[in-house]
């Protein structure tokens, strides 16, 4: 369990983190999203006790992060944005380090640097050194020295960032893995990583929360939540489309014939879309039920404006 | 305490982890040969000791240990390596001792590298080996007291050109502290206690009678302690600059 109790951080006149509370329990993988800026990194910068709180805490299994940093240390994986690790180490040797700082000694550190060499693929690379890596290698570098005591605790810091699909991709799926019994917490500005690996969002803007949710809740707030898309070869008729029940409003797409019918909030639409287009009998190619869209979620929430 | 020798070692291999180590041991030995033979006159002399190769360390260490001590933080920072350092479960106290002492064992080893001297000394004639001894102590204390200095000021600096000239700059007033002219400009105007004490801070007086193999406990007292306050003002500027 990891609970944050008005956590604040201020430099100098500018506050970065403003009053952050939240609590996130073991099984959770947390997505923490905000625009570039908004206090994410601040935020997982105190957690993992590189930054001391301005004022409020934050505790890890009920260690305090300002008075038992040592015992929150010992507990969590972190990985600081942008993967930094020892370039002129090779991978092995990196990875040992970490592990006899993590205490682990003899047969132990050989089973736990094995471990995490295999899991993340790194082998072949094991005698290189760290700066002659690609940064897919990097990054699963840091992924590795972040998971090599197995800790309860994953706080990753855009662990994505400038990765290939196929990297994101194996990255999504160790997440996922790892993520069992475990909290992890996600810093992101992709969205679609979200709805791919994470099972609940918090949304942070200018250091305050503004949403937090699973992200299928975060999506029924788009005014595209329940939203139906229609592609037709013939023109459609507007008005009879606009006066179904439930109808909030008609967007013309970009593509000819093509229209998105908005619903009202809490309502379903697309029943009375297919009574309407089969009584007419128009040739639809394409028919689509929106679940909302993330992206138009998330700047309208942090514009600061309401969803 | 127990992960000190963990942050030590690796902090060690990474000075030979590239060719700048060899070139700093042989720069530190070809420079203090020319300092002996040529500027000390060691045969010229006629004396069977070693006091024209301790006296030049204060100068030599002004140049080099500042250059041994310039990486230790400002590389970290600048990497972004120190985040990933400071969230690891490692104290304050650990991490800054144990790259400390990284650098104090390889100024200690090339000081080491310096044993033919010894060797010619003693083949030339019959010098007191217990001074010598004493002498190469008091040597690698007053490297340890440049390397602290460097490691405060590496701490403060980004960029290790700056750090470097950050400890250059601050190494060269704990020397010339004890010069006359530097004292007279004080004597005008100070209390006689203030001349003492800036006096009593300069390397040059402090380590005049450990290269002459008398072993001061003042003196030796005098380099732990700097070097334990400059540690501690190195923890306190890492913690006051990390967010940088």
């Known amino acids: 369990m990891i609970e944050l109790k008005h956590l604040t951080k201020r430099f100098a006149q500018h506050t970065v983190v403003n009053d952050l509370s939240f609590r996130v329990a073991p099984g959770e993988v947390l997505g923490f999203l905000g625009p570039n800026g908004a206090g994410k990194s601040t935020t997982m910068k105190m957690l993992s006790g590189f930054l001391a709180p301005t004022s409020g805490t934050a505790s890890v299994f009920g260690a305090d992060i300002c008075s ?5 240390q010992r507990q969590i994986g972190y990985l600081p ?11 092995r040797g990196f990875l040992d380090f970490i592990a006899e700082v993590r205490g682990f000694r003899g047969a132990q550190k050989l089973q736990a640097v094995d471990r995490v060499l295999a899991q993340l693929e790194l082998e072949p690379v094991q005698r290189q050194t760290i700066d002659t890596l690609s940064k897919g290698f ?20 855009e662990p994505t960032d400038g990765l290939d699909p196929n990297q994101k991709h194996q990255v999504r799926q160790l997440i996922k893995g ?10 992101t500005h992709i969205l679609e990583e979200v709805s791919a690996v994470c099972t609940r969002a918090v949304v942070i803007a200018q250091g305050r929360l ?37 109808v909030a409003g008609i967007e013309q797409n970009e593509r000819e014939h093509s229209l998105t019918l908005l619903a009202k909030p809490g309502e379903v639409i697309f029943p009375q879309v297919n009574e309407l287009v089969r009584a007419r009998g128009w040739a639809i190619k394409e028919l689509d039920v929106e679940r909302g869209r993330l992206d138009e979620v998330f700047r309208s929430l942090t514009r600061g404006e309401v969803a | 305490m127990s992960q000190l020798p963990v942050v030590f070692k690796r ?62 933080w400002a590389e970290e920072r600048k990497s972004g390596t120190l985040e990933l350092l400071m969230t690891l479960p490692i104290t304050r106290f650990e991490a800054v001792t144990g790259k400390f002492m990284a650098a104090w064992v390889f100024a200690g080893l090339a000081l080491l590298l310096t044993f033919p001297m010894v060797i010619t ?42 750090a470097f000239i950050l400890a250059l700059s601050l190494s060269f007033l704990f020397i010339v502290s004890g010069l006359p002219m530097v004292l007279d400009m004080f004597s005008s105007w100070a209390p006689q206690w203030l001349v003492d004490v800036v006096a009593s801070l300069s390397f040059l007086t402090r380590f ?30 890492i913690d006051l600059k990390k967010a940088d």
């Not at chain 1, 944005?81 to 991978?91: F, I, L, R």
């Not at chain 1, 029924?220 to 037709?232: C, E, F, I, K, T």
């Not at chain 2, 290269?211 to 003002?233: E, M």
């Open chain 1, 68 to 72: 038992q940093t040592l015992k929150v």
């Open chain 1, 81 to 91: 944005e942008g993967a930094p690790c020892y370039g002129d180490m090779t991978v």
């Open chain 1, 138 to 157: 990097k990054r699963r570098v840091g992924l590795g020295q972040a998971i090599l005591h197995d800790p309860q605790v994953l706080i990753l810091d």
């Open chain 1, 178 to 187: 790892l993520a069992q019994d475990k909290i992890v917490i996600i810093s």
């Open chain 1, 210 to 246: 503004v949403a937090d949710g699973t992200p299928f809740e975060l999506e029924s707030r788009s005014r595209y939540h329940q939203a139906v898309s229609l592609v037709s070869d013939e023109a459609l008729d507007q008005a009879a489309l606009a006066a179904l029940p439930g």
């Open chain 2, 11 to 72: 902090e060690l291999a990474s000075y030979f982890a590239t060719p700048l180590a060899y070139v700093f041991i042989v720069m530190f030995l070809v420079l203090s040969g020319v300092f002996t033979f040529y500027l000390g006159g060691f045969y010229e002399r006629g004396q069977a000791d070693l006091a024209p190769f301790f006296d030049f360390h204060v100068w030599l260490y002004l140049l080099l240990m500042p250059a041994i001590a310039m990486r230790l």
């Open chain 2, 121 to 162: 000394v003693n083949y030339l004639g019959d010098p007191d080996n217990g001074a010598i001894v004493t002498a190469y102590l008091g040597s690698w204390l007053l490297a340890g007291a440049y390397l602290a200095i460097g490691s405060c000021m590496s701490a403060l600096a980004k960029n290790q050109v700056i």
């Open chain 2, 208 to 237: 005049s009678s450990i290269s002459n193999g008398v072993i001061d406990l003042r003196d030796v007292l005098f380099f732990v302690t700097l070097i334990a306050a400059w540690l501690a003002a190195t923890a306190v500027v």
